[in-house]
Protein backbone atom coordinates (compact mmCIF):
# COMPACT_ATOMS: atom_id res chain seq x y z
CA UNK A 1 0.00 0.00 0.00
CA UNK A 2 3.38 2.31 0.66
CA UNK A 3 4.01 1.71 -3.01
CA UNK A 4 0.77 2.34 -4.31
CA UNK A 5 0.68 6.13 -2.36
CA UNK A 6 3.99 6.69 -4.08
CA UNK A 7 2.89 5.90 -7.43
CA UNK A 8 -0.02 8.44 -7.00
CA UNK A 9 2.58 10.93 -5.72
CA UNK A 10 5.03 10.11 -8.92
CA UNK A 11 1.87 10.67 -11.19
CA UNK A 12 0.18 13.85 -9.97
CA UNK A 13 3.21 15.66 -8.64
CA UNK A 14 1.48 16.55 -5.39
CA UNK A 15 0.01 14.99 -2.18
CA UNK A 16 -3.30 15.64 -2.17
CA UNK A 17 -5.51 13.30 -3.79
CA UNK A 18 -9.01 11.34 -4.62
CA UNK A 19 -10.07 8.47 -3.15
CA UNK A 20 -13.58 6.03 -3.21
CA UNK A 21 -14.24 4.55 0.46
CA UNK A 22 -16.72 2.07 0.48
CA UNK A 23 -17.09 -0.67 3.93
CA UNK A 24 -18.03 -4.42 3.89
CA UNK A 25 -19.09 -6.41 6.30
CA UNK A 26 -18.37 -10.44 6.96
CA UNK A 27 -21.96 -10.94 7.69
CA UNK A 28 -24.73 -10.40 5.56
CA UNK A 29 -27.09 -7.50 6.61
CA UNK A 30 -26.14 -5.33 8.90
CA UNK A 31 -24.90 -6.79 12.21
CA UNK A 32 -21.45 -8.16 11.75
CA UNK A 33 -18.62 -8.37 14.06
CA UNK A 34 -16.19 -8.23 11.40
CA UNK A 35 -16.05 -5.93 8.85
CA UNK A 36 -13.34 -3.60 6.60
CA UNK A 37 -13.00 -0.07 5.11
CA UNK A 38 -10.65 0.27 1.99
CA UNK A 39 -9.37 3.18 0.48
CA UNK A 40 -8.80 3.33 -3.31
CA UNK A 41 -7.03 5.77 -5.54
CA UNK A 42 -8.87 7.28 -8.43
CA UNK A 43 -6.10 7.76 -10.11
CA UNK A 44 -4.55 4.71 -10.01
CA UNK A 45 -7.49 2.20 -8.95
CA UNK A 46 -5.26 0.85 -6.01
CA UNK A 47 -5.70 0.44 -2.42
CA UNK A 48 -3.88 3.19 -0.21
CA UNK A 49 -5.07 2.41 2.52
CA UNK A 50 -6.96 -0.83 4.80
CA UNK A 51 -8.89 -0.53 8.20
CA UNK A 52 -9.57 -4.48 9.27
CA UNK A 53 -12.45 -3.93 12.21
CA UNK A 54 -13.38 -6.52 14.29
CA UNK A 55 -16.28 -6.98 17.85
CA UNK A 56 -15.07 -10.30 18.52
CA UNK A 57 -11.98 -11.38 21.10
CA UNK A 58 -12.41 -15.09 22.37
CA UNK A 59 -9.63 -14.04 25.32
CA UNK A 60 -12.14 -11.75 26.68
CA UNK A 61 -15.13 -14.13 25.96
CA UNK A 62 -13.14 -17.04 27.67
CA UNK A 63 -12.40 -14.31 30.81
CA UNK A 64 -8.83 -15.04 30.40
CA UNK A 65 -7.12 -12.02 32.08
CA UNK A 66 -3.49 -11.52 30.68
CA UNK A 67 -2.39 -9.47 27.70
CA UNK A 68 -3.48 -10.44 24.61
CA UNK A 69 -4.07 -8.26 21.50
CA UNK A 70 -8.25 -7.23 22.15
CA UNK A 71 -10.71 -6.35 19.67
CA UNK A 72 -10.50 -2.95 18.14
CA UNK A 73 -13.64 -1.51 17.76
CA UNK A 74 -16.58 -1.04 19.49
CA UNK A 75 -20.55 -0.40 18.82
CA UNK A 76 -22.62 -1.04 16.00
CA UNK A 77 -22.40 -2.75 12.75
CA UNK A 78 -23.71 0.18 11.02
CA UNK A 79 -20.85 2.43 12.50
CA UNK A 80 -18.06 0.86 11.26
CA UNK A 81 -17.28 2.58 7.97
CA UNK A 82 -17.74 6.01 9.64
CA UNK A 83 -14.88 5.23 12.56
CA UNK A 84 -12.81 3.04 9.88
CA UNK A 85 -12.62 5.78 7.53
CA UNK A 86 -11.92 8.34 10.13
CA UNK A 87 -8.82 6.08 11.05
CA UNK A 88 -7.52 6.30 7.56
CA UNK A 89 -7.94 9.79 6.90
CA UNK A 90 -6.30 10.76 10.62
CA UNK A 91 -3.38 8.99 9.33
CA UNK A 92 -3.29 9.58 5.78
CA UNK A 93 0.26 12.53 6.11
CA UNK A 94 1.89 10.41 8.54
CA UNK A 95 2.08 6.65 6.88
CA UNK A 96 1.06 7.70 3.41
CA UNK A 97 1.92 11.37 3.01
CA UNK A 98 -0.93 12.04 1.03
CA UNK A 99 -4.31 14.38 1.57
CA UNK A 100 -7.18 12.68 0.22
CA UNK A 101 -8.90 16.18 -0.44
CA UNK A 102 -11.76 14.59 -2.49
CA UNK A 103 -14.34 11.95 -0.92
CA UNK A 104 -16.46 9.70 -3.72
CA UNK A 105 -18.57 7.79 -1.59
CA UNK A 106 -22.25 6.39 -1.92
CA UNK A 107 -23.62 8.23 0.85
CA UNK A 108 -24.81 4.70 2.79
CA UNK A 109 -22.99 5.99 6.10
CA UNK A 110 -21.97 9.33 7.73
CA UNK A 111 -18.43 8.48 7.29
CA UNK A 112 -17.74 11.85 5.06
CA UNK A 113 -19.33 13.92 8.00
CA UNK A 114 -16.67 12.39 10.44
CA UNK A 115 -13.67 13.62 7.91
CA UNK A 116 -14.74 16.76 5.71
CA UNK A 117 -12.66 18.55 8.66
CA UNK A 118 -9.99 16.27 8.89
CA UNK A 119 -6.99 18.73 7.51
CA UNK A 120 -8.61 21.63 8.49
CA UNK A 121 -12.46 23.14 7.66
CA UNK A 122 -14.39 21.98 4.46
CA UNK A 123 -10.47 20.21 3.17
CA UNK A 124 -12.30 17.35 1.88
CA UNK A 125 -14.98 17.95 -0.81
CA UNK A 126 -17.50 15.06 -1.55
CA UNK A 127 -17.98 13.99 -4.50
CA UNK A 128 -20.95 11.18 -5.54
CA UNK A 129 -20.52 7.83 -7.07
CA UNK A 130 -22.57 7.93 -10.63
CA UNK A 131 -23.83 4.55 -9.91
CA UNK A 132 -25.81 4.89 -6.65
CA UNK A 133 -26.77 8.59 -7.85
CA UNK A 134 -28.71 6.41 -11.00
CA UNK A 135 -29.78 4.29 -8.27
CA UNK A 136 -31.66 6.60 -6.27
CA UNK A 137 -34.14 7.43 -9.36
CA UNK A 138 -35.13 3.84 -9.20
CA UNK A 139 -35.73 3.80 -5.15
CA UNK A 140 -37.05 7.31 -4.65
CA UNK A 141 -39.54 6.46 -7.83
CA UNK A 142 -40.99 3.03 -6.26
CA UNK A 143 -40.99 4.61 -3.03
CA UNK A 144 -43.39 7.65 -4.18
CA UNK A 145 -45.93 4.37 -6.05
CA UNK A 146 -45.93 2.82 -2.88
CA UNK A 147 -47.35 5.27 -1.03
CA UNK A 148 -49.40 7.11 -4.26
CA UNK A 149 -52.37 5.09 -4.78
CA UNK A 150 -53.32 4.53 -9.03
CA UNK A 151 -49.57 5.49 -9.90
CA UNK A 152 -48.80 2.02 -10.79
CA UNK A 153 -50.45 -0.48 -12.66
CA UNK A 154 -50.22 -1.68 -16.23
CA UNK A 155 -50.18 1.32 -18.62
CA UNK A 156 -48.74 3.38 -15.82
CA UNK A 157 -45.61 3.86 -13.35
CA UNK A 158 -44.48 -0.01 -14.08
CA UNK A 159 -41.31 -1.25 -12.86
CA UNK A 160 -40.32 -1.67 -15.99
CA UNK A 161 -40.78 1.47 -16.74
CA UNK A 162 -38.60 2.88 -13.62
CA UNK A 163 -35.77 0.41 -14.63
CA UNK A 164 -35.39 2.47 -18.25
CA UNK A 165 -35.61 5.97 -16.91
CA UNK A 166 -33.22 5.20 -14.44
CA UNK A 167 -30.73 3.73 -17.12
CA UNK A 168 -31.64 6.68 -19.52
CA UNK A 169 -30.69 8.90 -16.13
CA UNK A 170 -27.46 7.09 -15.72
CA UNK A 171 -26.00 7.19 -19.29
CA UNK A 172 -26.88 10.79 -19.43
CA UNK A 173 -24.70 11.60 -16.69
CA UNK A 174 -21.83 9.19 -18.19
CA UNK A 175 -22.20 10.64 -21.33
CA UNK A 176 -21.34 14.24 -20.52
CA UNK A 177 -19.05 14.45 -17.75
CA UNK A 178 -17.15 17.31 -17.56
CA UNK A 179 -19.74 19.65 -18.56
CA UNK A 180 -22.88 20.75 -15.88
CA UNK A 181 -24.75 22.30 -18.55
CA UNK A 182 -25.19 19.65 -20.95
CA UNK A 183 -25.48 17.46 -18.09
CA UNK A 184 -28.37 18.79 -16.33
CA UNK A 185 -29.65 19.46 -19.97
CA UNK A 186 -29.28 15.39 -20.77
CA UNK A 187 -30.66 14.01 -17.66
CA UNK A 188 -33.98 16.57 -18.05
CA UNK A 189 -34.30 15.25 -21.73
CA UNK A 190 -34.27 11.67 -20.69
CA UNK A 191 -37.55 12.27 -18.69
CA UNK A 192 -39.51 13.63 -21.34
CA UNK A 193 -37.94 11.05 -24.14
CA UNK A 194 -38.94 8.03 -21.65
CA UNK A 195 -42.13 9.80 -21.33
CA UNK A 196 -42.85 10.31 -24.91
CA UNK A 197 -45.87 8.20 -26.45
CA UNK A 198 -46.62 8.20 -29.96
CA UNK A 199 -49.58 10.24 -29.35
CA UNK A 200 -47.60 12.75 -27.31
CA UNK A 201 -44.08 13.15 -28.54
CA UNK A 202 -41.83 14.98 -26.39
CA UNK A 203 -38.58 14.96 -27.84
CA UNK A 204 -38.19 18.52 -27.99
CA UNK A 205 -35.30 18.66 -25.72
CA UNK A 206 -33.80 15.47 -27.22
CA UNK A 207 -30.19 16.38 -29.24
CA UNK A 208 -30.35 16.70 -33.16
CA UNK A 209 -28.47 15.37 -35.55
CA UNK A 210 -27.93 11.76 -37.37
CA UNK A 211 -25.96 11.25 -34.30
CA UNK A 212 -28.36 11.73 -31.97
CA UNK A 213 -29.11 8.87 -29.44
CA UNK A 214 -32.62 9.42 -29.57
CA UNK A 215 -34.80 7.62 -32.42
CA UNK A 216 -37.07 10.35 -33.33
CA UNK A 217 -34.09 12.91 -33.99
CA UNK A 218 -32.44 10.51 -35.98
CA UNK A 219 -35.45 10.06 -38.11
CA UNK A 220 -36.37 13.48 -38.72
CA UNK A 221 -33.06 14.13 -39.49
CA UNK A 222 -32.86 11.48 -41.82
CA UNK A 223 -36.42 12.60 -42.93
CA UNK A 224 -38.09 9.55 -42.35
CA UNK A 225 -41.59 8.61 -40.66
CA UNK A 226 -40.89 7.37 -36.58
CA UNK A 227 -43.08 5.02 -34.88
CA UNK A 228 -43.04 5.90 -31.73
CA UNK A 229 -43.13 1.72 -29.85
CA UNK A 230 -43.20 2.83 -26.20
CA UNK A 231 -46.34 3.43 -24.88
CA UNK A 232 -44.61 6.27 -22.29
CA UNK A 233 -46.89 7.95 -19.44
CA UNK A 234 -50.30 9.43 -18.98
CA UNK A 235 -50.08 13.36 -18.36
CA UNK A 236 -51.67 12.51 -14.98
CA UNK A 237 -49.07 9.89 -13.84
CA UNK A 238 -46.26 12.21 -15.55
CA UNK A 239 -47.07 15.18 -13.06
CA UNK A 240 -47.08 13.41 -10.15
CA UNK A 241 -43.69 11.56 -10.25
CA UNK A 242 -42.12 14.97 -12.41
CA UNK A 243 -41.18 16.77 -9.36
CA UNK A 244 -39.34 13.67 -7.77
CA UNK A 245 -37.54 12.89 -10.61
CA UNK A 246 -36.22 16.78 -11.33
CA UNK A 247 -35.23 16.88 -7.65
CA UNK A 248 -32.21 14.49 -9.33
CA UNK A 249 -31.42 17.46 -11.91
CA UNK A 250 -30.07 19.71 -9.00
CA UNK A 251 -27.29 21.26 -10.36
CA UNK A 252 -26.11 20.93 -6.96
CA UNK A 253 -26.15 17.14 -7.47
CA UNK A 254 -24.90 17.12 -10.75
CA UNK A 255 -21.74 18.97 -9.71
CA UNK A 256 -20.16 16.61 -7.70
CA UNK A 257 -20.80 13.88 -10.73
CA UNK A 258 -18.71 15.85 -12.95
CA UNK A 259 -15.85 13.18 -12.30
CA UNK A 260 -18.02 10.53 -13.71
CA UNK A 261 -16.10 7.92 -11.21
CA UNK A 262 -17.78 5.25 -9.62
CA UNK A 263 -17.08 3.19 -6.93
CA UNK A 264 -16.90 -0.09 -8.52
CA UNK A 265 -13.24 -0.56 -7.55
CA UNK A 266 -14.16 -1.24 -3.87
CA UNK A 267 -17.12 -3.06 -5.24
CA UNK A 268 -14.46 -5.48 -6.54
CA UNK A 269 -11.78 -5.37 -3.88
CA UNK A 270 -14.85 -6.92 -1.43
CA UNK A 271 -15.61 -9.33 -3.98
CA UNK A 272 -11.97 -10.65 -3.89
CA UNK A 273 -11.78 -9.97 0.15
CA UNK A 274 -14.79 -12.30 0.56
CA UNK A 275 -13.42 -14.97 -1.75
CA UNK A 276 -10.39 -15.60 0.53
CA UNK A 277 -12.68 -15.14 3.35
CA UNK A 278 -16.24 -16.18 2.61
CA UNK A 279 -18.84 -14.98 4.39
CA UNK A 280 -20.27 -18.02 5.57
CA UNK A 281 -17.74 -18.89 7.93
CA UNK A 282 -16.29 -16.70 10.60
CA UNK A 283 -13.18 -16.07 11.46
CA UNK A 284 -11.18 -15.07 14.27
CA UNK A 285 -8.84 -11.84 13.90
CA UNK A 286 -5.59 -13.16 13.03
CA UNK A 287 -7.31 -14.63 10.44
CA UNK A 288 -9.53 -11.81 9.51
CA UNK A 289 -6.23 -9.58 9.19
CA UNK A 290 -4.20 -12.48 7.02
CA UNK A 291 -6.84 -12.58 4.74
CA UNK A 292 -7.67 -8.79 3.98
CA UNK A 293 -3.74 -7.93 3.45
CA UNK A 294 -3.20 -10.83 1.01
CA UNK A 295 -6.52 -9.68 -0.63
CA UNK A 296 -4.77 -6.35 -0.54
CA UNK A 297 -1.81 -7.96 -2.49
CA UNK A 298 -4.22 -9.49 -4.99
CA UNK A 299 -6.07 -6.61 -6.07
CA UNK A 300 -3.08 -4.31 -6.08
CA UNK A 301 0.00 -6.31 -7.91
CA UNK A 302 -1.48 -9.78 -8.86
CA UNK A 303 -0.51 -12.71 -7.72
CA UNK A 304 3.46 -12.07 -8.68
CA UNK A 305 2.68 -9.79 -5.53
CA UNK A 306 2.96 -13.34 -3.77
CA UNK A 307 6.61 -13.82 -4.70
CA UNK A 308 7.84 -11.11 -2.08
CA UNK A 309 6.46 -12.90 0.44
CA UNK A 310 7.53 -16.22 -0.17
CA UNK A 311 10.72 -15.09 -0.50
CA UNK A 312 10.64 -13.65 3.21
CA UNK A 313 9.34 -16.85 4.37
CA UNK A 314 12.46 -18.92 2.13
CA UNK A 315 9.71 -20.60 0.62
CA UNK A 316 11.48 -21.82 -2.82
CA UNK A 317 9.52 -20.31 -5.99
CA UNK A 318 9.81 -23.00 -9.33
CA UNK A 319 9.43 -22.44 -12.46
CA UNK A 320 5.96 -24.16 -12.69
CA UNK A 321 3.82 -22.07 -9.91
CA UNK A 322 5.51 -19.03 -11.30
CA UNK A 323 4.20 -19.60 -14.83
CA UNK A 324 0.71 -20.34 -13.02
CA UNK A 325 0.80 -16.97 -11.61
CA UNK A 326 1.58 -15.19 -14.90
CA UNK A 327 -0.50 -17.09 -17.06
CA UNK A 328 -3.76 -15.68 -13.84
CA UNK A 329 -2.98 -12.05 -13.90
CA UNK A 330 -2.74 -11.91 -17.80
CA UNK A 331 -6.35 -13.43 -17.95
CA UNK A 332 -7.08 -11.22 -15.02
CA UNK A 333 -6.13 -8.48 -17.21
CA UNK A 334 -7.75 -9.61 -20.53
CA UNK A 335 -10.94 -9.90 -18.68
CA UNK A 336 -11.18 -6.80 -17.74
CA UNK A 337 -10.58 -5.22 -20.57
CA UNK A 338 -12.84 -7.44 -22.70
CA UNK A 339 -15.69 -6.63 -19.83
CA UNK A 340 -14.84 -2.93 -20.21
CA UNK A 341 -15.54 -2.80 -24.19
CA UNK A 342 -19.05 -0.71 -25.09
CA UNK A 343 -19.98 -3.95 -26.93
CA UNK A 344 -19.83 -6.37 -23.84
CA UNK A 345 -21.03 -3.94 -21.42
CA UNK A 346 -24.43 -3.55 -23.93
CA UNK A 347 -24.82 -6.91 -23.97
CA UNK A 348 -25.26 -7.73 -20.31
CA UNK A 349 -27.25 -4.86 -20.12
CA UNK A 350 -29.60 -6.64 -22.58
CA UNK A 351 -29.41 -9.54 -20.47
CA UNK A 352 -29.98 -8.49 -17.55
CA UNK A 353 -33.18 -6.95 -18.95
CA UNK A 354 -34.84 -9.83 -20.43
CA UNK A 355 -33.82 -11.83 -17.62
CA UNK A 356 -35.68 -9.61 -15.35
CA UNK A 357 -38.48 -9.20 -17.98
CA UNK A 358 -38.82 -12.80 -17.83
CA UNK A 359 -39.04 -13.06 -13.77
CA UNK A 360 -41.71 -10.58 -14.22
CA UNK A 361 -43.91 -11.98 -17.06
CA UNK A 362 -43.62 -15.03 -14.34
CA UNK A 363 -44.74 -13.47 -11.83
CA UNK A 364 -47.54 -11.82 -12.93
CA UNK A 365 -48.83 -15.48 -14.73
CA UNK A 366 -48.66 -17.15 -11.28
CA UNK A 367 -49.94 -14.25 -8.95
CA UNK A 368 -49.38 -14.11 -5.64
CA UNK A 369 -47.17 -17.81 -4.47
CA UNK A 370 -45.33 -16.73 -1.38
CA UNK A 371 -45.12 -14.24 0.88
CA UNK A 372 -43.90 -13.56 4.80
CA UNK A 373 -47.00 -14.65 6.86
CA UNK A 374 -49.33 -14.56 4.64
CA UNK A 375 -51.08 -18.15 3.79
Known amino acids: MKAASKEVQNLKKTTTCGVSV???????????????????????GKI?????????????????KCDHECSNYKGSSGNMESVGAFRIFERSVMKRELQYTEYYGDGDSKAFLKVKDIYGEDTVTKLE?????????????????????GL????????????KLQNYYGIAIRSNAGS??????????AFFHCCSSNRNLMHGQCSDGKDSWCRYKRALSDKRQYLEKSPGLPNSVMKVIKATYLELCDKNLLK??????????????????????????????KTLFLGSYIAVLLFNSGYLGLLPIFNYLKI????????????????????????????????????????????????????????YGEF
Open 152 to 163: GGKGKLTDKFID
Open 180 to 189: IEKMQSAVIA
Open 256 to 285: KCLHGMTQNNNESFNNVLWTILPKETFVQQ
Open 22 to 44: DGTWQRRGHMSLNGCISVISIDT
Open 316 to 371: PIVPLPLKKYMGIDKERVMKSKRQSLPSTKLSRKKQKAKKKSKLVKNEVKEGLTYK
Open 48 to 64: LDLEVMTQYCKMCEMNI
Open 129 to 149: CIGHVQKRVGSRLRKLKKKTK
